[in-house]
């Protein structure tokens, strides 16, 4: 089992920016996709990023492409993800997971990111 907690969320103004962090413990990743989700009120929760944790290919939501950067630190364990560029509809908890075999299996608590506008 793999365990991930976030940290990073905040309030900030429209076209500020955070990074958001996630420290990664438990077996070893070295097969995985690692990811951000976000979950608005009232909404489903969405795809924002994911990037493989050897090979480093990201993907994007559209609505995040060219705002948003995934990374991961091998050595530390620990994934990013840089938001800049932001708006108030980017306001969510955001979630990091893990994916194994094709399925998204492990979550982490959530981080609430809030953009005033």
């Known amino acids: 089992q793999v365990q991930l907690v976030e940290s990073g969320g905040g309030l900030v103004q429209t076209g500020g920016s955070l990074r958001l962090s996630c420290v990664v413990s438990?077996?070893?990743?070295?097969?995985?996709?690692m990811g951000w989700f976000r979950q608005a009120p009232g909404k489903a929760r969405e795809f924002v990023a994911d990037i493989s944790w050897i090979g480093g290919v990201a993907n994007y939501a559209v609505s995040t492409k060219g705002r948003f950067t995934i990374s991961r630190d091998n050595p530390k364990s620990t994934l990013y993800l840089q938001m800049n560029s932001l708006k108030p509809e980017d306001t969510a908890v955001y979630y990091c997971?893990?994916?194994?075999?094709?399925?998204?299996?492990?979550w982490g608590q959530g981080t609430q990111v809030t953009v005033s506008s």
């Open positions: 438990g077996r070893s990743l070295s097969n995985n996709v």
């Open positions: 997971a893990a994916q194994r075999a094709g399925i998204w299996s492990s």
